[in-house]
Nanobody, 113 residues
Framework: QVQPVESGGGWVQPGGSLRLSCVAS????????MGWYRQAPEKQRELVAR???????TYADSVKGRFTISRDNAKNTVYLQMNSLKPEDTAVYYC???????WGQGTQVTVSS
């Protein structure tokens, strides 16, 4: 199982930036596609960005051009660089491996003035 631990969330004004990190334990990390998800209050959890083991990334339309997912297999870490943040990006952000059913505790991102 790939067990993720997310960090890097916080409060930021609209237009600001944050960088989220996800450290994932487990030897399967380097072979696993990883996704960043988010869940806003009273909304379903949605996939925001995904990166394959080979480094190919895909994004939800709502974040294209603003968010960038990357990974460092030597550190078992996946990152989500979030720029030009909007109030509608406010949510708890989670990462998860495609090879695992385990969710981390998430990290809160709040975008407001």
């Amino acid at each position: 199982q790939v067990q993720p631990v997310e960090s890097g969330g916080g409060w930021v004004q609209p237009g600001g930036s944050l960088r989220l990190s996800c450290v994932a334990s487990g030897r399967a990390f380097r072979f696993s596609a990883m996704g960043w998800y988010r869940q806003a209050p009273e909304k379903q959890r949605e996939l925001v960005a995904r990166i394959t083991s080979g480094g190919t990334s895909t994004y939800a339309d709502s974040v294209k051009g603003r968010f960038t997912i990357s990974r460092d297999n030597a550190k078992n870490t996946v990152y989500l660089q979030m720029n030009s943040l909007k109030p509608e990006d406010t949510a708890v952000y989670y990462c998860k491996s495609d090879l695992s059913l385990v969710w981390g505790q998430g990290t809160q991102v709040t975008v407001s003035s």
